[in-house]
């Protein structure tokens, strides 16, 4: 069982309200530092096309529309 340790988003506020991850057996695993009780497990190919997804703004139109 090979775990790393959490590693906190370079864009964290200074309020340590961030999101963190690392990798625990072939997982990548994500939280946010103030409910760490919570964890999300992915793969890291879903993990990368995430983030590659992020990237290119896929989900740009989530952050723009209003709560209903």
Same mark, same amino acid.
């Given at each position: 069982?090979?775990? !790393? ?17 690392? #990798? ?9 530092? =103030? #409910? ?5 497990? !992915?793969?890291? !190919? /879903? ?7 992020? /990237?290119?703004?896929?989900? =740009? %139109? %989530?952050?723009?529309? !209003?709560?209903?």
């Amino acid at each position: 069982m090979s775990n !790393t340790n959490w590693q906190k988003s370079s864009y964290c506020a200074s309020n340590d309200e961030c999101i963190e991850v690392r #990798t625990a057996n072939g997982l990548v695993e994500l939280r946010e530092s =103030d #409910t760490d009780g919570i964890i999300v497990r !992915t793969t890291p !190919t /879903k993990f990368a096309a995430f983030l590659q997804g992020a /990237k290119a703004g896929e989900f =740009d %139109h %989530h952050a723009n529309s !209003t709560a209903r």
